[in-house]
């Protein structure tokens, strides 16, 4: 039998993770912006004629590159980037829902440090999508070391995924600052409750906040080194320039980004998000020392 053709689009991190897992059971074709001595390694334009795609580039490049370099042509589509972007406050499946019809696409959330899953590691995730058929379609592509499960809520996983990214950052901060474990505990937790009023809003559903996609994730990347995001708040503490900060780190830390964004759109709708308002002011160059005193006495 005709095996499906797949691909990945964009070879840092987590493309490249994804690759090797969606290899084990399949010839699964990468492609990036930059030529890698990977298997498989291909140019973009084969890459797009395939059926199945999994796509990795950070989220505030990707309206561009869909706009310079993506053709629909009835492709199913795997998104893995996690953020909103800064420029319009959109969410990611608003920004593909002018390029791609619902039924074609769906979206990956939960806890999944890249770092593991290129060891086999064994990691649960979610495919989030309008048309579970994709899901029955996308889910058998992963190897045995990947948990799958399905969920229709797209908006909460959006939310989820984004939303983490800057707690994560929030909690790197408490611990550059040394604030004790007691601290980052209640900034997880209020963290959750933040993220889930800010989904709600946007009408992203309770469940997605309590399982992997919004607690699950938020533990890990708000709890390790292994976090860019996280490694970004350390920097902050540590009076580091935020230049310095993702100069050093070398790869995406989509927190930073996505905290302008979530900034406008609490303002626009009025929501309540005490943590990524600090966390902003904070990345545009507010002591954290001082942040911790206001926020302790609001
Ligand atoms: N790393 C992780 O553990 C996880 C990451 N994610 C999410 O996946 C997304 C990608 O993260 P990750 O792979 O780790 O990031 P990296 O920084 O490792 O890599 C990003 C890659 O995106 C490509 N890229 C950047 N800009 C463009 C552009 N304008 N057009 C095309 N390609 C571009 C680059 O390819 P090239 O090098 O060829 O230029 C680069 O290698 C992020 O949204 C992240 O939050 C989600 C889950 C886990
Ligand atoms: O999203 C991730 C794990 O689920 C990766 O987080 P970082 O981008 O902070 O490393």
């Known amino acids: 039998m005709k095996q499906p053709s797949i ?33 498989n390694f291909t140019d973009l334009k084969t890459a797009l004629a395939c059926d199945y795609l999994i796509i990795a580039i950070p989220a505030q490049q990707i309206r561009n590159w869909l706009q310079e370099h993506f053709t629909f042509n009835h492709q199913k589509i795997l998104v893995a980037s996690k953020g909103i972007e800064a420029t319009s406050g959109q969410f990611l499946n608003e920004i ?48 045995d070391f990947i948990k799958t499960y399905f969920s229709e809520d797209v908006i909460g996983a959006e939310v989820a995924g984004a939303y983490k990214n ?8 408490c611990d550059g600052l040394k604030l004790g474990n007691n601290a980052r505990a209640s900034l997880i937790a209020r963290g959750l409750v933040e993220m889930h009023r800010f989904g709600e809003y946007f009408g992203a559903q309770k469940e997605t906040f309590i399982g992997l996609s919004g607690a699950g994730d938020l533990f890990l990347t708000a709890s390790s080194t292994m976090s860019r995001n996280y490694r970004v708040g350390l920097g902050l503490a540590q009076g580091k320039a935020l230049e310095t900060i993702l100069e050093e780190l070398g790869e995406v830390a989509e927190g930073v980004k996505t905290c302008e964004a979530i900034s406008e759109l609490t303002k626009t709708h009025d929501i309540y998000t005490p943590i990524a308002t600090e966390v902003k002011l904070i990345l545009e160059g507010k002591c954290p020392k001082i942040s911790l005193r206001d926020f302790l006495n609001n």
């Open 7 to 39: 691909a990945v689009i964009g070879a840092g991190k987590w493309g490249q993770a994804l690759h090797f897992a969606l290899s084990q059971k399949h010839e699964v074709y990468i492609t990036s912006r930059s030529p890698r001595d990977i298997k």
């Open 96 to 143: 593909y829902s002018e390029f791609v019809p619902e039924d074609n696409i769906g979206f990956i959330s939960g806890p999944t440090f890249a770092a593991e899953v290129i060891q086999g590691l064994p990691t649960a995730l979610v495919i989030n999508t309008s048309n579970e058929s994709l899901y029955h379609q996308f889910a058998p592509f992963f190897p």
């Open 166 to 173: 800057v707690l994560a950052i929030a909690s790197g901060i």
